[in-house]
């Protein structure tokens, strides 16, 4: 008969606090990774272009009245941020772009930590890398993006949880361009800027984007536009009142306009040659973005675009230009 072994398991005890230190030996590292996370974080500012744009009449405060139809486009500066005690920097990336004061993105990180420390939150601080990709001075409105990814960027970052609304309405005092950006991807915009109604996009596909790498100082297209058309006050052609349903595609492509095109192209001749260019391509709806110099079409799909980007790019390869076939945004990425 086989004999039978017993075997007798033994029992190990682990004092309680020496399993609280394994642990927390295991936990810490993962907690301070998601804190790290938290505390340093990336987002994409895009640019937009005008589909629409009618300068009604100069007002007293020297601003324009406007009606614009404006779209968010899949180009993209991009800002990271990182948390710091108290101090506010920025280091600049792919551009020339000053990181100093006059840098919009510094403003509005200025603008947020005043607003936070009047409305007795601790002072805060962040270092910031902004890496351009949007020409200056094109039309595209890059700074005025940047500078609302600030605001939002920073609210998120110091905790703050404030609406969008109360965002939009600081940063009016930074531009006429910012407020459209909290109610993208697309919107009507009258006022000088201001006044945002969100609409949906009469237009779907993608955009090719033609940059001449001209600097235009937008008040001087507006003032040389007054001069030259003898502003006074007019009714839009488009009716922009949601409550009777916003204007169609259509509509659009018929009452097609940009008022301040005609002042920047007769600045600079070379542009009719690129509107010609992505007209005859088959474009269904080509104007200058804001009062430019970017020029844009809209094309059907992405490999259409891509097609004609590649054409312009080699038609104009002896000029100092850059091309970039990018979607139309169907939503905003805040």
Known sequence: MASTATVKMATLKIPREALTEALLFLILPVLSFIFMMQQKFTLQAPAKINLYLKVLNQREDGFHNLTSLMQMVGLYDTLTFEAKPDAITLQVEKSSLPADHSNLVMKAAILL???????????KGVFMTLQKEIPLAAGLAGGSSDAVST??????LWGLHWPKKRLAELSESLGSDLPFFFDGPTAWVSGRGEMVESAPSPFSGWVVLVNPEISVSTASVFRDYSAQSGLTKIDAPLNIKPD???????EILRHTANDLEKVTLNRFPKLKAIKSQLQERGARLVLMSGSGPTLFGLFKDEQQAKHVAEEIRALRQHHSIKVWSVPLLQKSPY
Request: hydrophobic fraction near 40%.
């Open 151 to 156: 605001l939002i960027g920073l609210n998120q």
């Open 113 to 123: 930590q005043k607003a936070l420390v009047s409305a007795g939150y601790p002072r």
């Open 244 to 250: 009777k349903g916003w204007p169609s595609t259509a």
